[in-house]
């Protein structure tokens, strides 16, 4: 049932899923605006009561499915998160426009495209290309998801798609509402930077598997024992060695086209792995 929710989840995300009803943000918003009116305002201001406030939406659902104990329901349930966790067509919709306008050799809406990718996705650097960036993208809303699915279920997948999203740019109004409800002591960094410390590595032994395996191994050894660098850094670095791109692709179609083919490539890699595992009985 696990791989054939993430099957589904992938193939439905590519086809229909194109609404906001189908976007993680729409629901954390629902559920930042509903603690500063209750008093669970309480509990996310406090320093060591934010995490159980981060925790508190997957426990619930998964209390809930585990007091119902439907297979069915649990396998619907276990779909519908996944497509919401993995929903991403603002971002789609703007990599398009990033297409459209470098195949009319307009390189400046190009760079606007992919700058508001940049800003809302709260990249730490502006010194990666396009290509890295997109690659970045597609570890935190596909690999890390997955990770998380396969790990701790729909507990999993709602802790970190509200971590994720509680660090990416908001507008002002958002803004003023998320400081109000998790005050100055936020630890949502901390938590998402450990939350991807693993995922980060792991999905960085696959880009050396699905890449040039010497240079990307190399890169990766040297973050392995690591707990200070950024997992964005030490992602796009392991795969920039894994498919290096000419000095004169940067930037270019080529540039982002090499980077996410080596993403599908790495995530076919662990679907394949797996199924593997499924087929074998480790996986339920």
């Not at 997955?146 to 803004?175: C, M, N, P, S």
């Not at 003023?176 to 938590?191: E, H, I, M, R």
Request: hydrophobic letters at 50%; aromatic letters at 14%; charged letters at 15%.
């Amino acid at each position: 049932m696990t791989l054939i929710s993430m099957l589904l989840a992938l193939i439905i995300e590519r086809l229909a899923v194109r609404s906001d009803a189908w976007q993680a943000s729409r629901y954390c918003r629902s559920y930042v605006r509903f603690t500063a009116g209750s008093k669970l305002s309480v509990l996310s201001a406090h320093s060591l009561g934010q995490y159980l406030w981060l925790a508190l939406p997957g426990a619930v659902v998964a209390l809930l499915l585990c007091w119902v104990d439907s297979h069915l329901l649990t396998f619907l349930v276990n779909t519908l998160l996944l497509l919401v966790g993995i929903g991403c067509w603002h971002y789609r919709q703007l990599y398009k426009q990033y297409l459209n306008a470098m195949d009319r050799g307009d390189e400046e809406a190009g760079f606007i495209a992919m700058q508001q990718i940049r800003t809302q996705l709260g990249s730490a650097s502006e010194q990666y290309s396009y290509g890295q960036l997109l690659l970045w993208l597609n570890f935190r809303y596909y690999a890390a998801v997955v990770f998380w699915f396969l790990l701790l279920g729909a507990f999993g997948v709602i802790t970190y798609v509200l971590v994720r999203h509680l660090q990416e740019a908001v507008d002002e109004k958002d803004a003023a509402d998320y400081a109000a409800v998790l005050g100055s002591d936020s630890k949502v960094d901390c938590v998402a930077h450990w939350a991807l410390w693993f995922p980060a590595r792991l999905f960085g032994l696959g880009f050396a598997l699905v890449g040039h395996f010497s240079r990307a191994s190399n890169a990766l050894l040297s973050y392995f024992l690591d707990f200070t660098a950024s997992n964005e850094q030490v992602v796009i670095e392991v795969a920039t060695a894994a498919e290096q791109i000419p000095a004169e692709s940067i930037n270019t179609l080529d540039d982002t086209s090499y980077m996410v083919q080596l993403a599908k490539r790495n995530m076919l890699f662990f679907l394949a792995f797996t199924a593997i595992l499924t087929l074998s009985g480790w996986l339920g």
